[in-house]
């Protein structure tokens, strides 16, 4: 339960020693960095800081392009893990001493523009071929189709249902005209014609009429059927060529990995450029501010004069206004969580770090909404993977350690629910008499025959859940010495509230002293009533606010009743699994196939389910925290602690 | 085959029915919001993809609706015999998941697709655009669960 106490430095050093001290910072991940807002900060050039972005926006492409060649597909796991290459610091700092940069910038560039062009050849050479070649019949050179002193000529398409009418029309209009059909399509028919040039305009109407296409042909000393196959040529040619650019850039293929590595070497040039921004000059001297865990002051102060011995650390008071960025620290069992607070953000200067308060809740209700033993052995098994075999950033670590844990909880909730694959113990055959008689005797409820119970229960972990809330708010204030507003506000409500559970609970199960319990709840809505408007202005005004105030019961009853989602999404885990191995019982009685199929069914099946309830129990747990819990006592909104540190996003230092 | 099993098997086609609509119309909201941001980032497949499934619960909730009235009716084990009016009480308890699976699986959807909006900006906050369209879910969750508990409910 504790955010980690920072502390602001200033770190002071000569000048010479800059470059030192900052990859010292860097490589110890100890500092955030801040500028120093009233000091005039060293200007860096904008012009190095420009050429750093234009060269990674140019790997970035260049890398693109050859990945799409080389035809790297990424799995679907690389998609949220992109794999890192290891790579010592001194092989990283010679290759990019090495390497060629703006050279193989050009040469890649090169062939993505050759291979772009040869691109927009062969559109152009399809294109030509497709007017083409309709006319293939017309066994004429194509220059020789010109005018002739009396007689015009025009060559081109109508639509078949048009050809008859056009030709009627033609004939009354000059009957000595020729009109060859070289080409009949499905949809069009190709023609030439010949007339007189004195008919020409008549003729050009009466065409245009009947949406007459004029061929657009090269005007060249081959006929069609030639031209077709120079065409097919240069495609052949084309293609080749093609080849020949598409071969040249997978052997760039090392050279991939090289501009990996380049990247990342710019791109930290690039952060420490940035960060020199942030410091102070002096004529000898700079000064670097920041905040520390304090508990690392000493750390960074021995990771320093490794370094230099020129140099001090001044713890300095933050400024009147500024808070300190938050940093988590929890036992390892607790750490997962602090994924969930800081997916709704880090706890602000005057909370506590919810991570542990939550922790039990959120792996319970996850292990209820999963809620199947074998559901929750395999995803514990399939978290263990990912764990061992990636290398995974921090908020995936925990991401996997909290579907581990919640894993674990469901294989117990499965035990207790008798749930097993979908399966309950009274499935199982009499041959395995004990094993079904110890699953049934530690199995509590079966939730689908009885889901009134198990509802009850589910509403009742609400209940408790929101008035831990309460009383966690109460102590939060008792600690800000806000000692009014925790008796009137959360002690009250959390006893009207208790009252009013113990009055249901009381009622339901007719105990006798239910009678007590209307009377506390009576007495707990009048100190309400009286003590909710206090700070408003008049007697009246007091008062309505006061009544107005136990409105705030349907808010607690909604609140409690958003968790009957448990109920719900465990019996839809639970119930799709039955439905999976009804299915497959089904279509055992398939013929030959039978037993190939089932298995097809029950693996794909419960692989389906077991991903889909895994998401919907982490969403909805992940809910109930934020929605019900936290609006009891968190508000969030503090800035995450962010050290220094090397950015890359292709390799890892060894 | 009589009029209360017939009443119960129109309960179960709307359950399922609705539902999967409600699902099948919002993972398409959501889907074309996400094929949008592949185009300028196909990296993001694996995130979004998990966008697009959101909305996709109801189409199950309503499964599950329809599943729980077909066993109470012992459609798959041997029927037995239902009054017409607990047959029309069947359907009418199929109405809660189905009704709200379609309309929360749209407007689920819509929330969705946002999401995915506030991936691509900022995929860091991945956690967010998740939590936001879950919100809509609710209602369907309670939908299923007024049908079940009214299932159970129903005396044959």
């Known amino acids: 339960m504790s955010v980690v106490e920072m502390e602001k430095v200033n770190i002071v050093s000569l ?77 990283l700092i010679n290759t990019a001493k090495t390497f060629n940069l703006s050279a193989a910038l050009d040469q890649i560039k090169g062939l993505e523009t050759r291979l772009s062009n040869l691109k927009n050849l062969e559109n152009e050479l399809h294109s030509e071929l497709a007017k083409l070649l309709p006319w293939k019949k017309l066994d004429t050179p194509l220059d020789t189709l010109t005018p002739t002193p009396h007689t ?100 760039l293929g090392q050279e991939l990995t090289k501009l990996k590595y380049m990247y990342d070497f710019i791109l930290d040039k690039k952060l420490t450029l940035e960060t020199q921004q942030k410091l102070t000059d002096t004529n000898y001297a700079f000064v670097i501010s920041g905040w520390i865990r304090k508990r690392d002051l000493d750390k960074l102060k021995n990771k320093l004069n490794q370094v230099t011995n020129e140099f001090d650390v ?22 997962p969580f602090e994924l969930i607070t800081m997916i709704y953000g880090a706890p602000n200067a005057k909370e506590f770090d919810p991570s542990v308060v939550l922790s039990f809740f959120f792996a319970l209700f996850f292990g209820i909404c999963l809620g199947d033993f074998f559901y929750g052995i395999i995803l514990s098994l399939v978290s263990i993977y990912f764990l061992k075999k990636y290398k995974l950033p921090k908020g995936g670590q925990e991401l996997f350690e909290l579907l581990l844990l919640g894993g674990i909880v469901a294989s117990v909730v499965g035990i207790l629910t008798g749930s097993y694959l979908g399966f309950t113990p009274a499935d199982l055959p009499s041959a395995v008499l004990p094993i079904k008689n110890f699953l049934t005797s530690i199995q509590i409820i079966d939730p689908i025959k009885n889901p009134l119970t198990m509802l009850v229960f589910s509403l009742a972990l609400g209940v408790i859940q929101i008035l831990f809330g309460i009383i966690l708010q109460m102590i939060e204030r008792i600690r800000a010495k806000q000692y009014i507003s925790a008796i009137l506000d ?67 009853m909604g609140d409690t009743l958003s968790y009957s989602r448990l109920l719900a999404l465990g019996m839809s885990s639970t119930i799709i699994a039955s439905v999976i191995n009804i299915l497959g019982g089904m279509v055992r009685t398939v013929p030959v196939l039978g037993i190939v199929l089932m298995i097809v069914i029950l693996i794909v099946g419960h692989f389906f389910n ?9 969403v909805h747990s992940t809910r109930l925290q934020m929605v019900e819990f936290f609006s009891k006592f968190y508000e969030g909104g503090g800035k995450e602690f962010r050290p220094f540190k090397r950015e890359a996003e292709y390799t890892r230092l060894k | 085959m009589d009029l209360g099993l017939a009443l119960a098997l129109a309960g179960v086609a709307l359950a399922v029915l609705l539902g999967g609509m409600g699902s099948a119309w919002g993972v398409a909201i959501a889907g074309e919001a996400g094929a949008g941001v592949l185009t300028e980032d196909p990296d993001k497949f694996g995130r979004l993809l998990v966008m697009i499934a959101l909305p996709g619960t109801q189409g199950f909730y309503g499964f599950l609706g329809g599943f729980y009235i077909m066993m109470k009716i012992g459609l798959l084990t041997g029927a037995v015999p239902i009054s017409p009016l607990a047959g029309l009480g069947l359907l009418f308890a199929a109405l809660p998941v189905g009704m709200t699976g379609l309309i929360s699986g749209i407007q689920q959807g819509k929330a969705s697709a946002a999401g995915i909006g506030l991936i691509a900006k900022r995929p860091e906050e991945m956690g967010k655009a998740i939590i936001i369209p879950a919100m809509v879910e609710t209602y369907a969750v309670i939908g299923l669960l007024a049908t079940i508990l009214m299932v159970s409910g129903i005396v044959l």
């Open chain 1, 610 to 618: 077991i991903l889909i309830a895994t998401l919907s129990a982490f």
């Open chain 1, 15 to 91: 000048k010479s020693h800059k470059d030192a001290v900052l990859k010292c910072l860097k490589d110890c991940e100890l500092v955030e960095m801040q500028s120093i807002k009233e000091v005039e900060s060293e200007t860096i050039s904008a012009q190095e800081l420009g050429k750093y972005e234009f060269d990674l926006a140019e790997i970035k492409s260049a890398l693109s392009f050859l990945e799409e060649i080389m035809q790297k597909k990424k799995s679907f796991i690389e998609g949220f893990i992109p794999p890192k290459e290891e790579i010592s610091e001194d092989d």
């Open chain 1, 314 to 335: 001044l713890a300095v008071a933050p400024a009147k206004g500024e808070t300190a960025p938050v940093a988590l620290k929890n036992a390892k069992i607790f750490s």
């Open chain 1, 152 to 251: 015009n000529l025009a060559l081109g398409s109508i639509k078949n249902k048009h050809f008859a009418s056009l030709k009627a029309e033609l004939d009354k209009i000059s009957p000595a005209a020729i009109i060859d059909t070289i080409n009949t399509t499905k949809e069009s028919t190709y023609l030439l014609f010949v007339f007189l040039k004195e008919d020409s305009k008549l003729w050009l109407d009466t065409l245009s009429k009947w949406e007459f296409i004029p061929a657009d042909l090269p005007h060249s000393p081959k006929t069609p059927v030639a031209e077709i196959s120079h065409v097919h040529d240069l495609l052949a040619k084309t293609k080749l060529e093609t080849d020949e650019v598409l071969l040249e850039a997978k052997n």
């Open chain 1, 490 to 556: 959360d002690g009250l409500w959390l006893f009207f509230l208790s009252s009013l559970v113990y009055l249901i609970v009381a009622s339901a199960l007719s105990l006798t002293s239910a009678g007590v319990a209307t009377y506390m709840s009576i007495g707990g809505a009048a100190a309400l009533v009286l003590t909710q408007g206090r700070h408003k202005k008049g007697i009246i005004q007091k008062f309505l606010s006061g009544l107005l105030s136990l409105y705030k019961v349907s808010g607690y």
